[in-house]
């Protein structure tokens, strides 16, 4: 397949982002993290293809980080070889979950397990007694997972940690006329923004370089006296609210005539990663933006979260010691508050959940605010950020995870197909109830960091394709956006069931019933599916029987983008017949289903291949 060259000058910066980006600013932890002792009551359950693991939660636990040794050859493992089973997320392998689904040994073949907590992400505490466990091979049909939900059960609010916030490309490419792939970038990047905000319901959006010279909002005069201009801020940040959505105010990067180290930037369109030569200019440029911005946009400022710069735990983000970055909050921070005490402000933004109990510790001797805690991670569902705010007395701090995907690699395969839509799934679903807004990165394949697109499926970040077109993991979004208000309790039982196969159940307000079943696992070794983790699900909705339901898939052959790109033969971008033709998976279609009665109960069952994801809506 022919392939257009790449820019010289994105390609730079893609080999400067790569031989950088695993390099971490200072990672040691401030103080000890606190001593947590191994998980107890771990048990394996063997399955077709799996084996589910689950233990006892430990007190002060961010996650569990599950480990894994061949059993040898006098049939014991003795403690040797134990390492952390790598699902290939390319980021934090712990989990938050007291539940493990591994799919990544050889069925027939036994394994030790063990599990350590983990307090934070630098630490790992001592690992649990072993258990040894076997997966069993496919012999037959898919094995039958037996789920059922009580219509009438009173039930509790459904959590939906996907509305609050959805991250995109940098804003000031809303403002960008030129073309990718025959589409014109500004408009298709706004429309795709529109778009979540009417189909999924998500309130705010979260971007870099707010401050970058690409908007001019910082210059110095020929006698050296700083000017402020945020004519270009106004542009963007009005085209945001048009949408319906809020800016989440992300305040980096350093403008270059303030910058201390001007020459070292990150990305494509070098966004400077220096401090700030003076502290006191940048103070006053931080003071000024939200002033202007409370006084051109009024009360509704103080609802938009004011985040202190972006990864600074990484060097390719931060050119500046750790002590400078916290100093960089405790200015920022306190400029916001300068201009108004109610707005909130945060950080420390970091990647793959760095820094939170260093910020939290520093904080604490500094005074500075802190409102809520942000971080990022690729590849498992977020840890769980409470413990840390309790012990350092910030239990009332929101919990924003302001970005978050299935990988953290730009131009990665699996970001375009349904794997990476029922990792969403999960990831939600374990997020739900205790994070305040888990935020996918990114809303539209219009994204430059490392250059753009240069054909249709090119493993981008977007949840929308160039040309408009949803990808898994955005029809993923719209199936959560039709849970009811009122989560119900499932009962499941099978093999696979509670695990391998993962529900959400819920009814709305006028007594309709949506339940949602999908196949997780996050290994993605599986990316292109796995048919011994198939399964046959069987679903009783007691209290149900005589209304008719609908179902909705989506797996390879079900609104999975890359499978009909695939099949129409598109090269680097579609022609017009093409484009026409990919249009079929935009939208999932729900059909009938035939609906048993047993009992009272409606009764519907159906395959689940994996990946795979099925809706079901009962009228």
Known sequence: MAHAAENPSTSGARADWESRVA?????????????????????????????????????????YLVHRADIFSDGADGGRGFAPVDHLGGDVLAVPDTRYVDTTGEPGRAYSYAVAAVPEVTAVGPLSAPVVATARPSTGPPPTVGVTVDAHASG?????????????????????????????????????????????????????????????????????????????????????????LRPVVEIG??????????????????????PPKDWDRWADLVRALVRHLRERYGEQVLGWDFEVWNEAN???????????????????????????PRIPVGGPSSAAAGWVDALLEHTARSGAPVDFVSTHTYGSPPLDLRPALARHGRAGARILWTEWGVTPTHFNPVNDGTFAGTFLLTGMRSAAGR?????????????????????????????????????????????LAALGDTELPVRAHGDGADGLVRTWASRHADGRLTVLVWSSTLDQSTVDGSATLGRHVRLTIAGAAGRAATLTRLDREHGDLSTLAAALGVDDWPTEEQWAALRRVDALVAEPVPVAADHGGAVLEFDLPQPGAVLVEVA
Not at 253 to 274: C, H, K, N, Q, W
């Open 435 to 479: 994070v305040d807004a888990l935020s996918h990165w990114v809303v539209s394949d219009h994204f430059e960091e490392l250059g753009r697109p240069q054909r249709l499926l090119h493993g981008g970040f977007g949840l929308i394709s160039v040309g408009g077109i949803a990808k898994p993991r955005y029809h993923a979004l719209r199936m």
């Open 23 to 63: 390099l971490r600013t200072d990672p040691a932890a401030a103080t000890p993290p606190p001593d947590l002792g191994a998980p107890t009551g771990l048990s394996a359950r063997p399955g077709v293809g799996h084996v589910t693991l689950a233990w006892d939660p430990v007190q002060g636990a961010a996650g």
């Open 253 to 274: 990067f350093m403008p270059r005539a303030l910058a201390r180290d001007p020459e070292r930037t990150v990305f494509g369109y070098r966004g400077v990663i220096s």
């Open 156 to 244: 509790g609010p459904l959590h939906r940690p996907w509305q609050p916030m959805i991250g995109s490309e940098r804003l000031s490419h809303l403002l960008c006329r030129d073309l990718t792939g025959g589409r014109e970038i500004g408009r298709e990047l706004l429309a795709a923004l529109t778009r979540v905000r009417d189909e999924v319901g998500v309130r705010s959006v979260r971007a870099h370089a707010i401050l970058h010279d690409d908007l001019g909002v910082y210059r110095e005069d020929t006698d050296g006296s700083p000017v402020h201009d945020f004519t270009g801020v106004d542009r963007v940040y009005d085209l945001v609210l048009a949408a319906g």
């Open 314 to 340: 990484l060097e390719v983000f931060w050119s500046g010691t750790r002590a400078e970055w916290m100093r960089l909050y405790d200015v920022t921070a306190r400029a916001v508050k300068d201009v108004d």
